[in-house]
């Protein structure tokens, strides 16, 4: 169940407050900052009217995603985690949200809890292309597995071969600048990272951080 109403008024005047303050203080952040608080405040006012409104509870949980990834404040990224819990309760299918809390998770510190919840994603929908990329980000900036790592770029990579939406096309540049950075990265560690055969274009073959695996 949704939080109580009075509950909601509270949490709507203290963001009205804290805007007013914002927007005295540092007028050009909040240019970019009043539109995410206005989709919050948006989603909490209609929770006032319906506790359990799951759109309207996935829309604060988006609303707090962005203004963690604007501010980088943990405590936006907790309650975005909270609400998109309470959402996933109801519609635990919803891919997406799921990627998004993984996302949230990893930046609180909890690198497990978001492995675990992006490889979720990918068990029910192995191309879904954000949870793959993502649990290669965690895998490497979380635990320095550059082994699991390069294996999920290079998925990301397979994924979207020949796209030409705008947005993949960016996400296919980032994966493969990834897999770069991982190979020096390797390197410098001195591991070995065992690649497929039918991947070795994605590497360079005349790194020795590789080792060419025919039956991966």
């Excluded at 609303?63 to 519609?91: C, M, N, P, V």
């Excluded at 809890?113 to 191309?127: D, G, K, L, M």
């Excluded at 550059?146 to 290079?154: I, S």
Aim: hydrophobic share 35%; aromatic share 10%; net charge negative.
């Amino acid at each position: 169940a949704g939080a109580p109403c009075w509950v909601q008024t509270i949490k709507v005047a203290d963001i009205i407050s804290n805007t007013s303050s914002i927007v005295e203080h540092d007028p050009k952040f909040a240019v970019v900052y009043l539109e995410e608080k206005r989709l919050l405040l948006d989603g909490l006012t209609a929770l006032q009217s319906d506790p359990n409104d799951l759109d309207a509870i996935k829309q604060v949980g988006n609303a707090y995603y962005q203004i963690h990834s604007q501010t980088g404040g943990a405590a936006y990224a907790q309650k975005g985690i909270d609400y998109y819990s309470e959402y996933l309760d109801s519609r635990p299918d919803d891919a997406d949200v799921r990627t998004d809390m993984a996302v949230l998770y990893f930046y609180i510190g909890e690198t497990d809890r978001a492995i675990q919840e992006a490889s979720e994603v990918i068990q029910a929908e192995p191309e879904h292309v954000n949870a793959n990329f993502n649990l290669g980000v965690f895998y490497w900036r979380g635990r320095s597995d550059y082994q699991a790592a390069a294996r999920q770029f290079m998925t990301v990579v397979d994924l979207l071969n020949d796209t030409s939406d705008p947005h993949d096309t960016i996400i296919d540049t980032n994966a493969r600048e990834n897999l770069k950075a991982i190979q020096q990265e390797a390197t410098q560690a001195g591991v070995t990272i065992d690649v497929p055969t039918s991947r070795m274009r994605y590497w360079d073959v005349d790194d020795p951080t590789w080792s060419e695996d025919e039956h991966a």
